[in-house]
């Protein structure tokens, strides 16, 4: 079975063999030579073909799949211009998705799934804050604390920044730095938005990877135009998609069709900055999880934007126009040129800079595994709509989707800031009551012996206060230690809790 998605110059079909989808790809090319048309259109015959497709819309303008195209004078005049029969106007089956909930069904997870690695690179922490945030995580595992969502790890947080030194001798010394650090990061992704993405119910894979009645792949699209505009937020959310499906999909080996096709736009902003742990990471799960049955296809403006390491491992080429305006330009003409098997009848390093619009240079895997001589070809026409839908067809979507209400239902279950919240109330129960007023006097002994309340209510104790407290302190000293202990004592020693339950 082949998925046809391209045309030369002479006539020859250009087909990519299905059971060979999941070998990865990248579609490359500079702003408006067509890439966005070229994914339009191999989602499609994904779908056609039973393929469930996932990808991120970031100009708003893939949602038209849904609806069937029409012809128009400027499509019918490109369709003789490149001799091209229309093609049969389809819609297809389409889920919205968006992380801010409005634009499709809302995407979560929790802070324990996207784990200590993703979420430094998420609150963009130096080496030792990532170091630290992970001790964190260790911390919420020992103590069988369940982190799930923004305020869980500020609760966390909380608790080691008011006495570090009782977890020192464990897991080492806390920088009261470093923390208020890391904490100033939550606060900030909570002002970007971000505490929408976690929470629950988070999502689960398999709702990507559906089938319709008529054996047609689903094609999740992702709202990502205003996801877009925090670039670390968006590929840490793709990442951490991506790092789902090959921790949780069974090992399957070559199928006759993929299971799902990955398309990963804006590619370069995974790359850009990233430390080399994470490239270590997107490199292991682009080389592994090809045998978990899914395509990863990297979408991006230059070649030069991949990393070497995975770049090698990208068997299918669709590489649209470059410029070579500059001498980086003109380095990335030739590192994509060099990338192909080349073809005699053309140099593929001068006609790069020559393509049209929705023209490329194409090269896949044959059915048996080789690369396939670089072709110059057109990009056949989608058979859906050209640019986005309106708002209230995408809500008619929504609406008569098989998942319909299900993520819209947010909940909070007990989680690190619900026990922790009632140990401190249990603790405050226990603690002498405040007096209930304070000496009505104005003398300056007054104020030194019974203290003052500020103008915004603001208590400023005095010495009478002061020694009242650290008796009551002193007294209550090992029998508090103890009842913290035995409120902690079915925490500490559990089992690992950073999964789901």
């Not at 015959?45 to 100009?59: H, I, L, N, T």
């Not at 995975?310 to 126009?321: C, I, P």
Request: net charge neutral.
């Amino acid at each position: 079975m082949t998925l046809d998605f391209a045309k030369s110059s002479d006539g020859k079909v250009i087909s990519l063999p299905l059971p060979l989808a999941n070998r990865h790809g990248l579609i490359a090319g500079a702003t408006g030579t067509g890439k966005t048309v070229t994914l339009q259109v191999l989602a499609e015959k994904f779908s056609a073909c039973g393929v469930p497709v996932f990808m991120a819309d970031v100009k708003g303008d893939l949602s038209g799949i849904a609806n069937s195209g029409k012809m128009t004078e400027k499509f019918e005049a490109r369709l003789k211009k490149l001799g091209l029969e229309p093609p049969v106007w389809t819609e297809y089956p389409t889920l919205f998705w968006d992380v801010f909930g409005k634009q499709g069904h809302p995407v979560r997870t929790t802070l324990s799934e996207l784990g200590p690695m993703m979420l430094a690179r998420l609150l963009d922490l130096n080496e030792t804050q990532s170091s630290v945030m992970q001790i964190l995580f260790k911390i919420a595992d020992d103590a069988n604390l369940l982190v799930l969502d923004i305020k869980d790890l500020k609760a966390l947080l909380s608790l080691v920044q008011e006495d570090p030194a009782r977890f020192k001798q464990t897991y080492g010394h806390l920088s009261t730095a470093t923390l208020g650090a890391i904490q100033r990061g939550l606060i900030t992704l909570e002002e970007r938005g971000a505490k929408d993405f976690f929470g629950e119910p988070a999502l689960e894979i398999q709702d990507l990877m559906q089938i319709d009645r008529d054996g047609r792949g689903f094609i999740n699209i992702l709202a990502a135009d205003k996801l877009l505009l925090s670039p670390t937020v968006y590929t840490t959310f793709l990442l951490w998609l991506l790092s789902e499906l090959f921790e949780n999909l069974p090992e399957v080996g070559d199928l006759d069709k993929p299971k799902l096709v990955f398309f990963f736009d804006e590619a370069h902003l995974l790359f850009k900055d990233a430390p080399k742990a994470l490239l270590e990471k997107v490199e292991q799960v682009v080389r592994l999880i090809r045998s978990k049955g899914v395509g990863v296809y990297f979408v991006t403006q230059n070649p030069l934007d991949i990393p070497e390491a995975v770049l090698g491992q990208l068997a299918h080429r669709v590489q649209h126009a470059l410029r070579a305006f500059t001498p980086v330009d003109q380095k990335a003409v030739k590192v994509a040129a060099q990338t192909m098997r080349p073809n005699p009848a053309f140099s593929s390093e001068e006609v790069i800079s020559q393509l049209g619009v929705g023209e490329a240079l194409i090269s896949v895997l044959d059915p048996s595994g080789a690369p396939t001589i670089v072709e110059r070809a057109h990009v056949l026409p989608p058979a859906s709509q050209i640019g986005p839908i309106d708002d209230k067809s995408r809500q008619e979507i929504l609406a008569s989707s098989p998942l319909a209400g299900h993520y819209e239902k947010a909940f909070d279950r007990v989680s690190a800031f619900e026990v922790l919240s009632q140990r401190q109330t249990a603790e405050n129960v226990q603690a002498p009551a405040p007096a209930a007023s304070t000496p009505n006097t104005s003398s300056v002994l007054g104020e030194i012996l019974f203290g003052t309340t500020g103008p915004r209510g603001g208590r400023r104790p005095g010495l009478v206060e002061k020694a009242a407290t650290s008796a009551t302190r002193s007294i209550a000293t090992s029998v508090g230690r103890e009842i913290a202990r035995g409120i902690l004592g079915s925490f500490l020693g559990g089992s690992r809790s950073r999964r789901r339950r």
